[in-house]
C-alpha cells in the first residue's frame, strides 16, 4: 500500500479517556470466518484495498485489547497498551500473506506483543534494566514466571536459559534486577550497629573533594541551561507535549493529549519522538561546544 495505515485513516476510534466504552464497541464486532478473512486479505494483498485491510483491523481489535489486559501488571495506562498493540496489528495487517495458510491472528501477535514490549521497556522504569535482545526476552518471560516461583535453583534457572537460548548468567542477573528492592542508605532508628551495616559506612562520598562539586554543580547548571534552550527553539505544541508527557507531576496519555489538540494518539507520539530527537540533538550539540 502506498500510504501507512493508522485508526484515523482507516475511521476507526481509539481507546480514549472512556475506556470501558471502546471495549465494549470492540467486543460487539462480530469475529471473521475463516473464508471472510482470506477474501478479505486476498483483496488486500493482490489489490492493496484499504477498505480490505480496514475491516481486518476492526475485526481483530477485541484481540489486541485481551493481549494487552496481560501487561497490566506494569503500572502503564491500558489504553495506550492498547494504543501500542493496534499499531502492531496494523503492521501485521499489513504484512499478512494469505497463501500462507494460517489466520491472521496467529500471525499478527508477534507484531502485537512487538509494540507492547518496546512500549513497556521505554517507560516501565527510568532505569532501563533491559537493554540486550537477551535481556528483553527474560524480562517478560522471568517476570511472569516469578508469579509462580521463589528463587531460581540452579536446575531452573539452567532450564530458563535452555528454552529461551540465553545464558544461565543472564538469566540469574535478570532475576536479581527483577527481585531487587530499595535498601536505606544510612542505619534504620531500630537496628543493630553490630549486625547492620549501612551503606552510608562503606560506600565513598564522590562529592566530599570540593573542586568535583564545584565541577558538578557547574556542570549541572550548563545542562540545566542548555535543556531550557533547547525546549524553547520547540515549538509551542511540542513544548507542551513534552511538559505534559515528562515533567509533570501528574503525566498526561497519549490520549488526553490527542484530545487536546484534536489530533489522533499516533500523531502525538510522533510529535513527542521528533521533539525528543531534538531536543537530544541539540543537547550533544551543547555539549560539544
Do not use: C
Amino acid at each position: 500500500m502506498s500510504q501507512a495505515l493508522s485508526l484515523q485513516s482507516l475511521n476507526i476510534s481509539v481507546p480514549g479517556v472512556n475506556l470501558d466504552a471502546y471495549l465494549r464497541s470492540v467486543n460487539s464486532i462480530s469475529i471473521l470466518s475463516a473464508e471472510e478473512e482470506r477474501a478479505l486479505a486476498e483483496r488486500l494483498f493482490y489489490h492493496q484495498d484499504l477498505d480490505a485491510a480496514r475491516q481486518l483491523v476492526i475485526a481483530n481489535l477485541r484481540f489486541v485489547a485481551h493481549i494487552a489486559k496481560s501487561y497490566s501488571g506494569y503500572g502503564l495506562p491500558q489504553a495506550d497498551l492498547i494504543q501500542e498493540g493496534n499499531i502492531g496489528l496494523m503492521k501485521a495487517v499489513k504484512r499478512f500473506n494469505p497463501e500462507k495458510g494460517f489466520r491472521l491472528v496467529s500471525f499478527a501477535v508477534h507484531w502485537i506483543k512487538a509494540e507492547i514490549h518496546e512500549f513497556v521497556l521505554r517507560n516501565w522504569r527510568i532505569v532501563k534494566i533491559a537493554t540486550t535482545k537477551a535481556q528483553r526476552k527474560l524480562f517478560f518471560n522471568l517476570r511472569s514466571a516469578k508469579k509462580r516461583l521463589a528463587l531460581l535453583s540452579r536446575e531452573e534457572a539452567e532450564a530458563v536459559a535452555r528454552d529461551l537460548n540465553v545464558s544461565v548468567t543472564d538469566v540469574l542477573e535478570m532475576e536479581g534486577r527483577l527481585s531487587a528492592h530499595d535498601m536505606a542508605f544510612d542505619l534504620p532508628v531500630d537496628a543493630d550497629e553490630d549486625s547492620y551495616q549501612a551503606p552510608a559506612y562503606y560506600l565513598e562520598n564522590q562529592q566530599s573533594d570540593p573542586a568535583e562539586l564545584v565541577e558538578q554543580q557547574t556542570q549541572g547548571t550548563l545542562d540545566t541551561e542548555s535543556l531550557r534552550e533547547a525546549m524553547q527553539a520547540l515549538d509551542e505544541r511540542s513544548q507542551d507535549i513534552l511538559m505534559r508527557r515528562w515533567l509533570a507531576d501528574k503525566k498526561a496519555t497519549l490520549h488526553e493529549l490527542a484530545d487536546k489538540y484534536q489530533v489522533s494518539a499516533e500523531r502525538i507520539r510522533q510529535l513527542e519522538k521528533n521533539a525528543m530527537a531534538k531536543l537530544k540533538a541539540a543537547m550533544v550539540a551543547a555539549a560539544g561546544q
